[in-house]
């Protein structure tokens, strides 16, 4: 019936001019981080949310395979590295042709990176002036690095261009990292971004003081938009070099089979733009999600749980939707430590260290993990969570277990007692005894906070909370200034190792937040950081579990298991337990997206 083709050319044409606009649409992906970011220079951070944005700008030698499981280390814009017998020298082949986005810095010209930027990257790492956070984890290591920073400190200048053999550019494309003793772990920091990525000198030249502000790498992605503590915006790096989706998941893994099979080939990056924001209420962040205002969110705030994962399955209503759900435990701690430099709880006499544990014995952690983590997390009893390598699962810690009786007894038995019968306890001099714990202005963290009046009460401990936004904290911590303070401790690497650098003296001000120094704990851990997993490192890992349970520098409290939700426009997330990347791993249909947000 010739007379219906003109109608139906009419109704494609229309449907076509309708879908246009939206096929012809950036892949945008948008979420939200729940604490703000302090900045984006590699050498400066090492909190999780200011690293999450650095992983998808700057690029680490090594990387991870994002599906693998359990957790692979992979060639990215290096090459494996070559490592001598003894385990001293590592040798790395940089592959050309990678470019760094282009900048002002670079005066029109197109930079490729070299194995010169890799060792001034690392060199930025003694610089005083940088203040790394992340020395810790090469310092001492490398000879003539620290007498380099030493001088630096007299002179005020760091001497960049002073070769030094044990950390120098072979040629163009190849470096050479020799260390003063053994050191497995590192083919897990090469593939760390905090300590292990590129900078190009002349942007760092460049901006100066400002390079928080101006991160400039070789990654998928670029930063094109920041407003601090609230909005961050990031675009395709047109530089960025041919790459295409190849995970390898482990065999009978069937549904990272199918993501790979489904995306493999693909060119990386597949989405166009990022748009990150600083929500740090739970409500409205989950309320952004559940409104199509966002595509995903990486943690299911733990408020909401009960509703959104009864029994730990998805809830009909959002599986109606087609909503994705990925869960992991987490390779994280959450702890509260005390500072051992404070006059109140710190120090090593015998009533500092019973007080710490009475504290410890009183905290009810049953209604932490049910109030504030709504079920989601597991009784932490050292500081290293299973599933790391060398974790002992079999060891119980003598501060994970709640006995508000014995901690009163300990009280008494160390005079810590109520002199003067307003129902708190003084010190054993008399003068008074005010607990004070740093606490966020969010919802959380007033849960929290309950949880830690009511078994403080319990055991007649006054407990008071120091209010502020969590970057100030964080510089607070660092300086050694607040009395306790809870925080996460999350992987950069699957080793048990990174979870006893928190407790590790020397890298106090840094991973040691609490400032424990304890002689027989650091030797322990110097011989145990030069050893491959084994028999011979867990016997020091116990031994190492035993002191740190004995002297209470910090009260370990969770290992979190993280829920994810995806929209089903989203295509291939999957939370990965140490990479921090995985935007250009990702797919987004822009079509359901915006029908979705209409």
Request: with cysteine.
């Amino acid at each position: 019936m010739p007379y219906r083709l003109p109608c139906l050319l009419a109704s494609l044409t229309l449907l076509l001019a309708a879908a246009l606009p939206v096929a012809a649409q950036q892949k945008v992906l948008r979420y939200a981080f729940p604490i703000a970011e302090t900045g984006f220079d590699p050498g400066q951070i090492n909190d999780l949310y200011s690293s999450n944005i650095l992983a998808h700008i700057f690029d680490p030698p090594l990387t991870y395979d994002y599906l693998a499981r359990p957790v692979k280390v992979i060639a990215n814009t290096a090459e494996m590295p070559e490592v001598s017998a003894d385990g001293l020298t590592w040798t790395l082949r940089i592959r050309p042709g990678i470019y760094f986005a282009d900048d002002p810095a670079f005066k029109g010209a197109k930079r490729e990176l070299t194995a010169a930027d890799y060792v001034y990257s690392l060199k930025r790492h003694w610089d005083p002036k940088v203040k790394s956070p992340n020395l810790y984890l090469l310092d001492k290591k490398v000879p003539g690095m620290a007498e380099l920073r030493a001088e630096a400190e007299k002179t005020g200048r760091f001497d960049y261009d002073r070769e030094v053999d044990a950390l120098r550019v072979l040629d163009r494309y190849t470096y050479r990292i020799r260390f003063s003793e053994p050191n497995p772990n590192f083919i897990s920091d090469l593939a760390s971004c905090n300590l292990s990525c590129a900078l190009a000198r002349e942007v760092v030249e460049a901006y100066g003081d400002r390079i928080m502000q101006h991160p400039v790498g070789t990654n998928a992605f670029r930063l094109v938009d920041w407003r601090r503590s609230s909005r961050m915006a990031l675009e395709r790096n047109p530089n960025y070099r041919e790459h295409f989706y190849d995970p390898q998941p482990a065999n009978g893994d069937q549904v990272r089979q199918e993501i790979a099979a489904r995306l493999r080939g693909r060119r990386l990056p597949m989405i166009d733009r990022v748009e990150v924001y600083v929500i740090e209420e739970n409500q409205p962040r989950f309320l952004a999600f559940l409104n199509s205002e966002h595509d995903l969110i990486t943690g299911v705030p733990a408020d909401f749980v009960n509703t959104t994962i009864p029994n730990g399955q998805l809830a009909p209503n959002l599986a109606a939707r087609g909503i994705q759900i990925d869960r992991t435990t987490e390779l994280d701690l959450a702890f509260v430590y005390f500072g051992m430099d404070n006059p109140v709880v710190g120090g090593y006499t015998p009533e500092k260290v019973a007080l710490r544990r009475a504290i410890a014995l009183g905290y009810d952690i049953e209604a932490s993990i049910l109030q504030v983590y709504r079920g989601q997390a597991r009784r932490a009893h050292t500081t290293v969570p299973p599933g790391s390598i060398g974790a002992d699962t079999g060891f119980v810690g003598p501060l994970a277990e709640y006995n508000p009786a014995k901690s009163r007894a300990l009280l008494d038995t160390f005079g810590y007692v109520d002199r003067d019968g307003d129902g708190y306890r003084e010190m054993p001099d008399g003068s008074t005894l005010v607990l004070e714990l740093g606490s966020t202005p969010d919802g959380a963290s007033k849960v929290g906070d309950e949880v830690w009046r009511r078994s403080m009460d319990a055991i007649g401990l006054r407990v008071e909370f120091r209010k502020a936004k969590w970057p100030e904290l964080l510089r607070e911590s660092r300086a050694g200034k607040l009395m306790m303070w809870g925080l996460g401790w999350t992987a950069g690497s699957p080793d048990a190792d990174p979870f006893y650098q928190i407790l590790y003296g020397p890298n106090k001000g840094q991973s040691n937040h609490s400032r424990f120094d304890h002689p027989e704990f650091n030797a322990l851990f110097e011989r145990a950081k030069v050893l491959p997993h084994g028999p011979e490192r867990d016997a020091l890992f116990d031994r190492m579990n035993r002191i740190f349970s004995a002297y209470a520098p910090m009260r370990p409290i969770v290992h979190r298991i993280g829920t994810s939700l995806a929209h089903p426009w989203v295509s291939g997330y999957q939370r990965h337990p140490v990479l921090r990347e995985f935007w250009k791993f990702i797919d987004i249909d822009p079509l359901p997206q915006a029908q979705a947000r209409k």
